[in-house]
């Protein structure tokens, strides 16, 4: 019984992909893909591909590499006819591919392992970046990002950025390209339509972060960390009792955190000082005086910012990465660097007034003048900083701004 039935499905898929034609607009089956129904119909007016014998078309049914093979040679091809007998033990003269297999072969646009072609295994995404790629001689025309996995794939990596640069093949949404995941009719269809085609080809990479939906995306993270861990804290850790569990709000945390960070957070937890001042993941970032993105891509950020002294704080630039599972930004890691006499700061009047706007809540203030300081770092070393004084014009009292930590002396 299983030899019919696949001699049934093997029948099928011959009909497919040879002469038997069925017009795409009378394919009942389209609309379960309606995202790629546009390049299906297209491709089967062309005489490229055809549906099956029961009136459909099977869009999610995966594609062989002989079948992509035959698509390619109709398109490129159609006059064409083996030159050669083919070096592989797995072709059969009589299969329905075997002269587009084999002048697929001839034009470099497969290759076979040696002895065998597999024309009858799935092919991969990767697979038909390839060979699409040699096919029609794409040409690289701007510069791309590449997937995470899929950037050190000897044989397909520059083909898939090769298409990827003109969206002809594109990323999934959650930002991979998944290289080794068969590729469906349906699919295949959308890549040889755009080859074709341009006007199928479209952008569906995910816009990268802006600056400012950074800065947003990291304060909003932060702040889901800081209240979930310190609610819990503030409930069951206040002297004398100290009942604290980080099991109790693992699960809450989870969505927010990577498995990676979750273990600098528990550890955080457990030191956390409910009844002092200097409070772990609190929000106090100042993105509008420093921000540096250091990587902006779909599945990683890793940006540079500053939190200016004050009597919590040590001045510092933070590094904060943020990684992507499965659609949802988390907190990678956070790092940090005291300012020093190498590098720190050095805000503008401005900026030192909106230092003195955010800190007090005091807003009628004017400039006065400035002077030149020694400051120490923390390794012992000083450097030069100019110090910005204000008038507050309501009480008379001066106040000072440090422009290389954004200390304000109380």
Not at 110 to 117: A, F, I, R, S, V
Not at 233 to 259: C, F, K, Q, V, W
Request: glycine content about 4%; charged content about 25%.
């Amino acid at each position: 019984m299983r030899k019919i039935v696949s001699f049934v499905f093997a029948i099928t898929l011959v009909l497919s992909f040879s002469n038997y034609y069925v017009s795409a607009e009378n394919f009942p089956d389209l609309d379960t893909t309606p995202w790629a129904k546009e390049e299906i119909i297209f491709l089967n007016e062309q005489g490229i591909i055809n549906g099956l014998p029961d009136g459909k078309f099977g869009p999610k049914v995966n594609v062989t590499r002989a079948q992509v093979a035959v698509m390619l040679v109709r398109d490129l091809y159609p006059n064409e006819s083996p030159r050669a007998e083919p070096p592989f033990n797995d072709l059969s003269e009589t299969a329905y591919y075997y002269d587009d297999l084999v002048v697929a072969y001839e034009k470099g646009i497969m290759q076979g392992d040696g002895e065998n072609m597999r024309p009858t295994d799935y092919i991969s995404r990767a697979e038909v970046a390839v060979m699409v790629d040699r096919a029609y001689e794409i040409k690289r025309n701007e510069e791309v990002y590449g997937f995470s996995d899929a950037n050190n794939i000897s044989w397909a990596t520059e083909s898939i950025l090769d298409l990827n640069s003109l969206h002809i093949i594109n990323g999934l949404p959650d930002g991979t390209f998944k290289p080794f995941k068969n590729i469906t009719r349906a699919e295949f269809a959308k890549v040889l339509a755009a080859t074709i085609e341009p006007s199928f080809r479209k952008d569906t990479t995910p816009e990268l972060l802006s600056n400012s939906q950074i800065a947003a995306k990291v304060d909003q993270l932060q702040d889901k960390v800081f209240h979930t861990m310190y609610d819990d804290l503030m409930e069951h850790a206040i002297y004398p009792s100290d009942n604290r569990d980080y099991n109790r709000i693992e699960g809450d945390l989870n969505p927010y955190i990577t498995d990676d960070f979750n273990t600098v957070v528990e550890r955080a937890y457990y030191n956390a000082c409910v009844e002092c001042d200097s409070l772990y993941f609190a929000k106090n970032f100042a993105w509008d005086i420093h921000t540096n993105v250091l990587e902006n891509n779909q599945n990683e950020i890793i940006v540079e910012t500053a939190q200016l002294e004050n009597y919590a704080y040590y001045g510092s630039f933070e590094i904060i990465t943020l990684q992507k599972e499965e659609g949802n930004w988390k907190l990678q890691a956070r790092d940090w660097k005291r300012f020093e006499a190498r590098r720190h700061l050095n805000l503008t009047v401005d900026q030192a007034k909106q230092r003195i706007i955010d800190h007090t809540n005091t807003t009628d203030i004017s400039y006065w003048y400035s002077y030149d300081r020694y400051n120490e770092d923390a390794e012992g070393d000083y450097y030069i900083t100019k110090v910005y004084v204000f008038m507050d014009n309501k009480s008379g009292d001066e106040i000072e701004v440090d422009s290389s930590t954004g200390g304000i002396p109380i």
